[in-house]
């Protein structure tokens, strides 16, 4: 439940204008376009493909009457998926929603009670919160297997000593998503060991960030539980983190859909009901390892790659912001803007174009982007999402009614939003995952 103190930023003498100091996280949901389908408990998305062509040849130099070779067939399996549901709730005291209505008035100045109505204040706040876990759930989402298939951070080093006090973690600097942990403030995280299956402790507090230029982030300690959400009040945990520990966001594993780098990191074994993608080509993304920084030979090369599987449309590279910045220097190295009058221009991006052999490539900064990894997702791919809705706060479809209720026994009221989604990819072999990036401006992690 939320409580007045959690709010009394809102409420303060003011002295300023409202500063809103949280990013927007740049969604990964706009590149891959939402396609809602109906369906009855119990029912999953199925989509045929085919993997294989007619074999059934016969070459003869004999002439006339010739026998012919048994016929192969053409091979046509399907792949199944099922949307993963992600509800953000929040909670509302009617003393705060009716202090907060006497007058608004984000610049600071006049007389209002209130910088602005909690109401309109939380609810944004949701909705941010609804596309940062949407996103994360797209790209990074464990899937529903026993095993954690991907994670939000590995752990290199920690101060010694349990979660029962606050530690400071380090994430190793390939794993670091530097726009993601700001906005994960009092957010809860479940730590599992390097298995992706053992759990470490459950349910722990993330306080914040205390070095920016660190991949550091601050755990436990005071209001920390395991098995208990929200965690406040519960047990403290008692268990200490260790080196190559994973974490996942809260309640994620063997719940989430299977995000796109599980996707891509699926090289054998079952994925989306296929039983064993080492067998199906279509069905398996190209891996590749920078082993350094991001180059436009590099990009060049594995473009080449995914070209001659009939990827040659284009497509888009999402990077972090450091590898971005690294491949940018090296073209600014390799170019020379001039004006007409033969002065050198100010030079400077936010987005590279490169012609590849798979075509147009654009390479763009995504702020949950991996230090050490970059995401390239073709035009050819048919990359799209799959589920019953895209993020909304109504329950029925045409309806005014939000997901609005009161609290029973309680002076305040609820609201929530709802999703229900999962990525899919019908030419997983048109895309590739690059790992093993090391740029200049990597955050450090130590």
């Known amino acids: 439940m ?5 709010l009394q930023g809102n409420f303060r003498i003011k002295y300023g204008p409202w500063i809103d100091a949280l990013p927007e996280i740049s969604s990964l949901a706009d590149a891959l376009p939402f396609q809602p389908k109906e369906r009855r408990p119990g029912e999953k998305y199925r989509v045929p493909f085919m993997s294989g062509i007619e074999q059934g040849q016969t070459a003869s130099r004999a002439g006339g009457l010739f026998a012919l070779n048994s016929p192969i067939g053409c091979t046509t399996p399907y792949a199944e998926l099922d949307g993963s ?8 005291a009617w003393d705060d929603v009716y202090a907060s209505l006497n007058g608004n008035d984000m610049s600071g100045g006049g007389n209002a009670g209130s910088y602005q109505d909690a109401m309109s204040l939380k609810m944004k706040a949701k909705g ?3 596309s940062m876990y949407r996103d994360l759930a797209l790209a990074y989402g464990p899937g529903a297997g026993a095993v954690c298939s991907s994670n939000i951070g590995v ?5 010694g000593g349990t979660l029962a006090t606050a530690r400071n973690v380090f994430l190793t600097k390939a794993s670091w998503i530097r726009g993601l942990w700001p906005s994960m403030t009092n957010a809860r995280v479940d730590i599992y060991q390097a298995d992706g299956q053992t759990v470490r402790s459950l349910g722990v507090k993330v306080n914040g960030v205390p070095n ?3 991949t550091q982030i601050s755990l436990g300690g005071s ?5 208990t959400y929200p965690a406040d009040g519960g047990t403290v945990p008692t268990a200490t983190v260790t080196a190559t520990d994973i974490i996942v966001p809260y309640g994620w594993r063997t719940q989430s859909c299977i995000g796109l780098e599980s996707v891509m990191l699926t090289q054998t074994g079952a994925l989306w009901a296929v039983p064993d993608v080492s067998v199906v080509p279509q069905f398996r993304s190209l891996l590749f390892d920078a082993s350094g920084p991001l180059t436009r030979k590099l990009i060049r090369q594995y473009c080449a790659l995914v070209a001659d599987n009939g990827s040659k449309k284009g497509g888009t590279l999402k990077v972090s912001g450091s590898a971005f910045s690294q491949l940018a220097e090296e073209r600014s190295t390799q170019s020379r803007d001039v004006n007409d009058e ?6 400077g991006e936010s987005g590279l174009i490169f012609m590849t052999p798979a075509g147009r490539v654009k390479v763009e900064v995504w702020d949950l982007a991996k230090q050490g990894q970059a995401m390239y997702i073709a035009n050819t791919s048919n990359a799209y999402r799959i589920g019953t809705t895209d993020n909304t706060m109504r329950p029925i479809k045409g309806l005014n009614e939000a997901f609005l209720t009161p609290l029973i026994d309680t002076a305040g009221c609820q609201s929530m939003m709802y999703s229900n989604q999962a990525p899919f990819v019908e030419q997983n072999w048109h895309n590739f995952l690059i790992q093993g990036i090391v740029s200049d401006g990597d955050v450090v992690d130590s």
Do not use: D, E, F, H
């Open 212 to 214: 920016q230029n660190k």
């Open 342 to 347: 033969g002065g050198v221009k100010t030079q």
């Open 85 to 92: 549901t992600i509800i953000v709730r929040a909670q509302y």
């Open 128 to 130: 941010m919160a609804g």
């Open 2 to 6: 939320t409580i007045s103190a959690a």
């Open 223 to 227: 209001g920390a539980a395991t098995g």
């Open 155 to 159: 752990v290199k080093t920690t101060a």
